[in-house]
Each structure stands twice: as structure tokens, then as C-alpha cells.
């Protein structure tokens, strides 16, 4: 499998949109439902994530086991061979959930950014799984919430970990990931799900502390419409959700404003995170799951070609 | 500032619309959570409180709209603005202190306490006030000049007395008015110290204090005094007959009680200052009865009455004064046609003998028995249905109704012409018959003395007679036609000869010509014509205070002298009051005696062969002595400015004069015409803003 080979979003399997699937109760069955889904459309082997890369032939020992004997080479050569593979990557693959009170936020009947987060967050570790990788979680606000270590046995407590998350008190992004990135001592895929309310610079200063323990990291950027749009109307008191701090706010005064300075945060943030060599992926809560899959995808074919 | 149209001001309360929605709208303004106000903090807050105040700036411009267009369609104008230019301190007062001096005011304690109520009233005087004191009865005027020292003002407090007149509001009021008017003060105020008697106020007079004005009623009346009996000797009448030749008088006096409890009391009955007879009487609670005296003879000359009833709580109506002489009983003469039946004017004496008010005493004689001498004695001469007496009686019957002495000439057949006629007849002309179909007197001057008895309906139908024949008369120009037949010829005339008066009927009165003497309107036609004719005014025993005599006409109705000579105003008269004053009357000043007291006056000719003394009785007006209560909050809001009349120059003319001149709603308009278009350029830049 290459990076060639990708598959298009359009071209996946039919994704369920995150408000169908806020009713199904079960992580683990919700993260089945996307990844079995999403896979299929592939058209791929479910063995996607075992390495069959040929590395060479060793001259058979007893004590092998025959059926990595290359028969055609013993029939041209009539000596016995061993097929030697390159290595199973098996990669940790962590996601850093932003559990603060912001993530709360829903509009208009979507899903909130948190359950949105959630989902996601889910699905990444299942997939991951499939992968034959180990996972772990992080769940976070201004301290860490939770924390299970990257493990191949860990997948049920970190779903449940997911399940209960909450969303707790105030956010921050710069201390909580500087502790993480303390822990996480061996190289893998990190991807950190949050709304990244915080300056460009400081996003972009954790994410390379964590890049700087040799990981791969994928930043998440959930957004709800609302958030993007300030579709309000008439005046009304704004109320911070992390701070409970109150402004009277007249939206048709201030949204031209607001919007290009939110369109100048995402847009920082692309840059920055991009030439640090982050990806870096927005995500509105309306949309399926499928674009962070793909970019996950992506991100553990880099690591497969590391041995 | 006052407003033509007040009503439209309520649609100020417009203004309350926009304001509403304003406040809805921010009522509405509720709480949005949002995941972090990071972004709308970096927005700059001053432009949205900027937006906020040119909202409310908008608001106001819509809500001073409204309001000056509620306050154009209510046509405002400036009043009194000289008020403006006063020198005055701002709060001084120009307080004018009416004070009740009708009789009722001598009812208990209630003079003491309107003086203690009035003197209370000089103390809180500050500086710069100015105080009217006036004492009002019927009349009001300023008992010490305007602008007098307070000190001079109690002096004047101090002396005075209740007098004998009655309460009346409406003179006391207008005096404050006026009084009011001229002030230069800013702060006007009446204070009326009185005993609030309803019989002073009929709630009509046209009376409207300036705007502002205070009206402050001291009621002095004490608790209960107005419900306790009051007994008063109202007005009497008086009842001649001639009793063996003598003429006795019977006063009945008609008594009246005003208290809520029955009177029981004596009334004595004095003339000459004699004590002839004194009755018990009873009076029901708010009833009255009629004393009725035995019959008195009378003395000569003027006799003067009193009639006095036990003392209570209003001494002043206790006592009735009356007149009476002996003079009113009359003579009258009837001048029949020569050789005619002695009965052929039997229904005319008859009737005229049946008159009490005057008695007449009847005499017939033929014409041609008729003597000068027989012109001596009576007051009235009628010729019944024959000619004038010629020669020397014809003379001296010219000289009599000259003199003032009344003829009746009812015209028959044989009346001639010539002689005293000339004088005293218009001209007569010849004997219209209308037997087949009889005349009827068609038309009357139905205002006049004779008439006025008949005018209303079913008091008499003089066109129920028919007369089949009468004489034509042709009137002269001086002459008056009181009545016509139906043909439009005259029926009876009335001339004015000298001081006497010569009243001329077409047709006789006796059933020869007519058939009137058969008619129920008779007996009061010949009254008429006789009391008419010999200036019989009627019994005018005596008068209440407040009105005005002409002594000239009373001294000639109480001496049955006829009517007053037409030069009259040239004598002159001395009357005195009751408390000895006395005043000269005649020529320019008039004959007119203004009757201020209660008491006798005395009037008589200043010189002149006539020495008599004339007496007039004065009584209290008997309605003062009802002593029921009058709210005091009918008088403030009778004389409450209601439209602003006004104190200064420039309110002098009415309201709608005054907003026609000033035009102010014109720059209501302009001025909401600016404020609209401001509206409007202040509203698209917000548009413009938000878009």
C-alpha cells in the first residue's frame, strides 16, 4: 500500500453523518460501524496494517517454521530458503483528548464538539487497533484528566476512558501537553483532538514539544459551524463557557469582524503547524468522520515506512 | 401655557410605544453561551456602546416626534406673560378678604368669630402682600382702599357690624375679580368669611377668578345653629272692609319657620306704637301659616304697623313693619245717559262695588244731574254709554282728570262731541251695527296693566262677548288702541291727560249694545279698567332692604292721587332713614331712594303745599333667614378658571385669540419636521453601518 494508492473521500464508503451516530450508545460498536465501513470502501485487505514487504532469503535452519519456505527458490536452486520480511512497525498511536468546557458547545441540534471529539477519537483508536498498533489515551483540560499508556490490550479501557469523559473545567493546551510529552518516550502517531482556543504560537511550541520525542503528530481542529459563522441575531450577553465571563455582544455589529479574525486564527494555525510539519485538520462537527480517517491513514503509512 | 385642544396631549402617551419596544427588545436580550469570547474580546467594545448610544439617540428622536405632534394638535399658547415683567417677589399675594355682613351674620357668636377668622387672615400676611378687605351683602365694595396698611384695615375690621341685607355671593366674587385683574401680584387669593348660606348662591353668575387663584372659605357658621328654629315674620297683607261706614284694615302676617324643629311663639300686633292684639302661633318644622288679626280700625293719616314676634335666635326677621292709610278706600262715580232705566247701569256699579283691592264706594247719577260739586270727592269718573257732561261740570270734569283723576267713557248712543270731549276724547264716530253677525274683541295689548290679568290661558276670554253694535273710533296719534274688534276697529283707547288717564270703549257697558255684563270676564274687566284708570298700583305696605323707591310714584299711589305727573323730577324730596340721616332727592339726582336699613324712612316734598310726611316701611329680605348650608366646594369651582381667564394684559383676549396670534403649533411642526429629517439621516447611517 502506498500513498498512491489513497483513496478519495468521495470514492469511501458511505459515512454516517455524526448526528446518526450519536445514537448508538456503544463506542466500541460506533467505532466498528466507521472503521468496518471506511474499510471496505477501500477495497483492501483487512490485514491492512501487517507489513509483507520481501527483505531476503536465509538459508533454512531447523527448526523454522516451513511454511515461510520459498519453494520456488528450492526448486530452482534445490536448496532450502526462509522468506525474511521487513519488520511489523507497530507503532503507538495516542490521542490527546481536549476534555475542557469549551468542547461543550453544540448549535442548531448538531452534535457537541466534545461527543464530536469523541466519536473521533474512537474511531482513530479502533482503527489504530486493526493496524495491529498499540493504543493509548490522554484526556486533558488545564491538568490531565486521564491517562492510559500506549498498549495493544488497551483499546477497551481507553474507549471507556472516552466514555466517560466529561467536559471539566478551564482549558490549556501548554501544560497538560508538556507533561505528555514527557511521557511519551518511544516514537509513534499522536494526534490531539481540540478546538485549539489558544494563540497559534503556543499551539504550535506544544506541538513541537511533542514532535520532539520523534512523533508523528496530527492536530484535530473541531469546530462547530457556529463558531465560524457567529450566525447570531439581535443583541444578547455572550457568556464565556470556560471562564463564565458575560459581554454584551450586538452580532450584526461584530460578525464581519469576528469572522476574519477566526478565518486569520485557522489560518495561522495552518501555517505555523504546516511548516513544522504537523498536519493540521479542521473539522466542523457537521461533517463525517471520513477526512480525519484519511489523514490518519496517511500519517501511519509515513510511520509503516519507518523500521 | 395653556392648550385650545388638551385632549390631543394624551397622544403624548405615544411615546410610550417606541420606549415599550425598546425596552421588549431588551428584555429579549438573553444569555448565549459560547466556548470563549478570545475573539470578541479583540473586538474593539467602544463601537458597539457607540452603536448602543446612537440607538438611543434614534429612540429619542422618534419619541420628540411624537410629542410634537401630540403637542401641534393641541394648539398650545403663552398665557399671561406679562407675569414675566413683575417686580414683585415671586410669591407675593394679592389677597382679597370678603366678609359676610348679611343679617344672618348676627345669628350667635358667628360675628365675633368672622371678625376672629378675618383678623387671622391680616397676621399671615407677609411682605409684599397686598390686602382688599370688603364687607358683602348684596353689594360688595372695598371697605378700605386698596393697598391699606393692614393696621388700617383691622381698625376698619374692628368697627364693623352686621347690617340688615342679604348674602350674595355673585357681587362679592366679581368685586374679587376685579380686584384680582388689576393686580400686579402673581399669586391671587380669595378669602370669604361668611356663614355659607345656600340662599346667597343660584350657581349662575358668570364669575371667573384668574387662573391660579386660591379660594379659601372660612365658614364661621357654629355646628347646629343653621338647623335650630328661626322664626320670621315674612310679609303681610293687608285686608280693608268698611264696617259701618269705616274702613278697618285685618294685617295677615304670613310667619315662616326655617328650623328643623316646629316654633311656638306670640305675634303682636302694634300701630302707631300702640299694642292692639297678640295671637299664639305654632309653625311646623320648615312650614309657615298666615296670622290672620282681627279687624282694626284705622286712625288717620299713615299709620305705621309693626308686627313682632317672640325673640330667637335671629332677632333681626323677628319684627314686621308695614304702612297703612286710610286713603285707599275710593270713590267712584257713574254718569248715566239722561232718562235712561235707573237699573241701566246696574252691572257695572254692582261689579265695582263687589272690589276689594281698592274698595270702591259707588255713586250713579244722571248726566243731567250731574253738579261740579260731585266731581269732589271721587278718585274715578265713569260715563257709561252717554255723552260728557257739558258746560261747567263738562270744565270741571277736564280739570279733575287733569288733576289726575281716572274716566271710563264707555260710548252708547247718544255721546256727543264738542266741549270737554274735545280734550279729553278721541274722535267718535258713527254707530257701526253688526247684528247679524255681532263683533268680538279680536285683539288686546296683552302686555298691558289691564290685560295682563287675562293673559295667560283660562284666566279670561274677552272675544266670548258679542257686540252688536259700537261706535267707530279714531284714534289721534298720542293716542293708544289697547284693544280691536275683529274687524280692526278700535274697542278701547286709552288717553293721558295731564296727570289722569281717560280709558274710551267702544260700546257701553250694559247688556244693550253687548252682551259683556253676562260674560264671567266682567267683573275682573271693570277692576282693571278702574284701577287703571285712577292709578291704583296696589297696596305697597312695605319693602325689603336692597330695593330702590321712587318716591314720587309711592307717595302718589299711598295718597290716591293717581298717576305721578310726568314733571315730577323737578320737585324736590327729603327723605330720612331710620338712623336720622338724611338725603335730599329730585331733579338730577332722581327720585329713586335706595333702602339700605331696616326701620321707617320718612319722605317728603321739600316745599310744595303738600306737608305730608310719606312713612316707608323696610323689612329684612325674610329669604336670609334661611339658614341652610351651601358647600364651600361649589363656589371654587364655580369660580374656577376653567379656559384661563386672566390676570394680565396679554390674556385679555380669549384663548383662541391668543393661539390664532402666537401660532405656536406652526413651530411645533418646523420644529418636528427638523427633528424627522434629523431622524432620518441618523437612522440610514446606522442602516449603513449594520449593512
Known amino acids: 500500500m502506498t500513498a498512491a494508492a489513497r483513496p478519495t473521500p468521495a470514492a469511501g464508503a458511505r459515512f454516517l453523518d455524526p448526528a446518526v451516530l450519536a445514537r448508538i450508545g456503544n463506542l466500541e460498536l460506533l467505532a466498528r460501524t466507521v472503521v468496518e465501513g471506511f474499510i471496505t470502501g477501500l477495497h483492501r485487505s483487512a490485514h491492512f496494517g501487517v507489513s509483507t514487504d520481501f527483505a531476503e532469503h536465509r538459508p533454512y535452519t531447523p527448526g523454522d517454521d516451513v511454511r515461510h519456505v520459498d519453494w520456488r527458490l528450492w526448486a530452482r536452486t534445490d536448496r532450502y530458503h526462509v522468506k525474511e520480511y521487513e519488520a511489523e512497525t507497530n507503532a503507538a498511536c495516542t490521542v490527546l483528548l481536549d476534555v475542557s468546557r469549551s468542547m461543550r458547545f453544540a448549535s442548531g441540534g448538531r452534535v457537541s464538539k466534545l461527543d464530536y471529539a469523541r466519536y473521533l477519537s474512537a474511531c482513530l483508536l479502533y482503527f489504530a487497533q486493526r493496524q495491529r498498533d498499540r493504543v493509548g489515551l490522554v484526556t486533558f483540560d488545564a491538568e490531565i484528566r486521564t491517562y492510559v499508556p500506549p498498549s495493544g490490550r488497551h483499546l477497551p479501557i481507553a474507549l471507556h476512558a472516552i466514555d466517560q469523559a466529561e467536559a471539566g473545567g478551564a482549558g490549556d493546551l501548554a501544560r497538560p501537553l508538556t507533561q505528555v510529552a514527557e511521557r511519551l518516550r518511544r516514537r509513534g502517531i499522536v494526534a490531539l483532538v481540540s478546538d485549539l482556543y489558544e494563540e497559534p504560537q503556543v499551539v504550535r511550541d506544544v506541538v513541537h514539544r511533542l514532535r520532539g520525542a520523534g512523533s508523528d503528530v496530527i492536530v484535530f481542529h473541531v469546530l462547530d459551524a457556529a463558531e465560524r459563522e457567529f450566525p447570531y441575531d439581535g443583541p444578547a450577553r455572550f457568556e464565556d463557557l470556560e471562564s463564565a465571563e458575560h459581554m454584551p455582544v450586538v452580532p450584526e455589529y461584530l460578525r464581519e469582524q469576528y469572522r476574519e479574525l477566526v478565518a486569520a486564527h485557522i489560518a495561522a494555525l495552518g501555517t505555523l503547524l504546516g511548516e513544522g510539519g504537523v498536519d493540521y485538520r479542521l473539522l466542523d462537527t457537521s461533517r463525517p468522520l471520513d477526512e480525519a480517517l484519511f489523514d490518519f491513514l496517511t500519517a501511519r503509512q509515513r510511520m509503516a515506512r519507518v523500521r | ?691
Request: hydrophobic share 45%; aromatic share 6%.
Open chain 2, 1 to 691: 401655557m395653556g392648550f385650545l385642544a388638551p385632549l390631543f396631549l394624551a397622544a403624548a402617551a405615544a411615546v410610550a410605544l417606541p420606549i415599550a419596544l425598546h425596552l421588549l427588545q431588551r428584555e429579549r436580550k438573553q444569555t448565549v453561551e459560547f466556548p470563549s469570547l478570545m475573539f470578541l474580546r479583540r473586538i474593539p467594545y467602544q463601537s458597539v456602546r457607540r452603536q448602543r448610544l446612537k440607538h438611543l439617540a434614534l429612540l429619542a428622536l422618534r419619541c420628540l416626534a411624537l410629542v410634537l405632534l401630540a403637542l401641534a394638535f393641541a394648539r398650545p399658547f403663552l398665557q399671561g406673560r406679562g407675569a414675566l415683567i413683575t417686580t414683585t417677589p415671586s410669591d407675593a399675594r394679592e389677597v382679597v378678604l370678603l366678609v359676610d355682613r348679611s343679617y344672618s351674620m348676627a345669628v350667635g357668636d358667628r360675628w365675633p368669630r368672622a371678625q376672629a377668622a378675618a383678623r387671622e387672615v391680616l397676621d399671615g400676611l407677609r411682605d409684599g402682600d397686598r390686602v382688599t378687605l370688603a364687607f358683602f351683602d348684596a353689594t360688595a365694595a372695598p371697605a378700605a382702599p386698596a393697598g391699606s396698611d393692614a393696621a388700617t384695615v383691622r381698625t376698619v375690621l374692628d368697627a364693623a357690624r352686621p347690617g340688615a341685607g342679604v348674602t350674595r355671593y355673585a357681587p362679592a366674587l366679581r368685586l374679587a375679580q376685579q380686584v384680582l385683574g388689576e393686580s400686579d401680584r402673581p399669586r391671587g387669593e380669595v378669602v370669604l368669611v361668611t356663614d355659607l348660606q345656600r340662599a346667597g348662591w343660584d350657581g349662575a353668575a358668570d364669575v371667573r377668578l384668574p387662573m391660579g387663584t386660591a379660594v379659601i372659605t372660612r365658614d364661621v357658621a357654629g355646628d347646629g345653629d343653621g338647623g335650630a328654629a328661626n322664626l320670621t315674620a315674612a310679609s303681610v297683607e293687608l285686608r280693608r272692609e268698611l264696617v259701618d261706614d269705616v274702613e278697618q284694615v285685618a294685617p295677615a302676617v304670613r310667619l315662616v319657620n326655617r328650623g328643623d324643629a316646629p316654633a311656638t311663639g306670640t305675634a303682636t300686633l302694634a300701630l302707631n306704637g300702640r299694642t292692639l292684639q297678640t295671637l299664639a302661633v305654632t309653625v311646623p318644622a320648615r312650614g309657615a301659616v298666615v296670622a290672620a288679626f282681627a279687624p282694626t280700625p284705622l286712625p288717620p293719616g299713615f299709620a305705621r304697623g309693626t308686627v313682632t314676634l317672640a325673640p330667637d335666635a335671629l332677632p333681626v326677621d323677628d319684627t314686621l313693619r308695614f304702612v297703612v292709610s286710610r286713603g285707599q278706600l275710593r270713590s267712584a262715580l257713574v254718569v248715566a245717559p239722561t232718562g235712561a232705566p235707573a237699573r241701566s247701569s246696574l252691572y257695572l256699579t254692582q261689579a265695582l262695588a263687589l272690589g276689594a283691592a281698592p274698595p270702591w264706594r259707588v255713586s250713579a247719577v244722571a248726566r243731567d244731574r250731574v253738579r261740579p260739586a260731585d266731581l269732589a270727592g271721587p278718585t274715578l269718573v265713569v260715563v257709561n254709554g252717554t255723552a260728557l257732561p257739558d258746560g261747567e261740570t263738562g270744565r270741571r270734569l277736564a280739570r279733575f282728570v287733569r288733576e289726575g283723576g281716572g274716566l271710563i267713557v264707555t260710548l252708547g248712543a247718544g255721546a256727543a262731541e264738542g266741549g270737554a270731549a274735545t280734550e279729553l276724547l278721541p274722535a267718535v264716530g258713527g254707530v257701526v251695527r253688526r247684528e247679524a253677525r255681532a263683533a268680538t274683541v279680536a285683539s288686546t295689548e296683552r302686555t298691558h296693566p289691564i290685560f295682563a290679568l287675562f293673559r295667560s290661558p283660562r284666566s279670561g276670554d274677552l272675544a266670548t262677548a258679542q257686540v252688536q253694535r259700537y261706535r267707530l273710533i279714531r284714534p289721534a296719534a298720542t293716542d293708544r288702541v289697547l284693544a280691536r274688534f275683529d274687524d280692526g276697529a278700535p274697542a278701547l283707547v286709552e288717553r293721558v291727560v295731564g296727570r289722569g288717564r281717560v280709558l274710551v270703549l267702544a260700546t257701553p257697558l250694559d247688556n244693550s249694545w253687548n252682551d259683556l255684563p253676562l260674560q264671567p270676564v266682567f267683573v275682573p274687566l271693570v277692576h282693571q279698567l278702574a284701577r287703571h284708570a285712577s292709578g291704583w298700583s296696589g297696596d305697597t305696605p312695605a319693602f325689603t332692604t336692597g330695593e330702590a323707591l321712587d318716591v314720587e310714584r309711592y307717595a302718589a299711589a299711598v295718597s290716591g292721587e293717581g298717576v305721578a305727573p310726568v314733571d315730577a323730577a323737578e320737585v324736590e324730596w327729603l327723605a330720612r332713614s331710620p338712623d336720622g340721616t338724611q338725603a335730599t332727592l329730585g331733579g338730577p339726582v332722581g327720585t329713586s331712594l335706595a333702602l339700605a336699613g331696616t326701620g321707617f324712612y320718612e319722605v317728603r316734598r321739600v316745599e310744595g303745599r303738600d306737608e305730608r310726611r310719606y312713612p316707608v316701611a323696610v323689612n329684612v329680605d325674610p329669604a336670609e333667614a334661611d339658614l341652610a348650608r351651601l358647600d364651600p366646594a361649589a363656589l371654587t369651582v364655580a369660580t374656577a378658571s376653567g379656559a384661563g381667564a386672566a390676570r394680565m394684559d396679554a390674556a385679555a383676549l380669549a384663548p383662541p385669540a391668543q393661539e390664532e396670534r402666537q401660532r405656536l403649533w406652526w413651530w411645533a411642526i418646523v420644529a418636528l419636521l427638523a427633528v424627522v429629517i434629523g431622524e432620518a439621516t441618523l437612522g440610514n447611517r446606522l442602516s449603513r453601518a449594520r449593512g
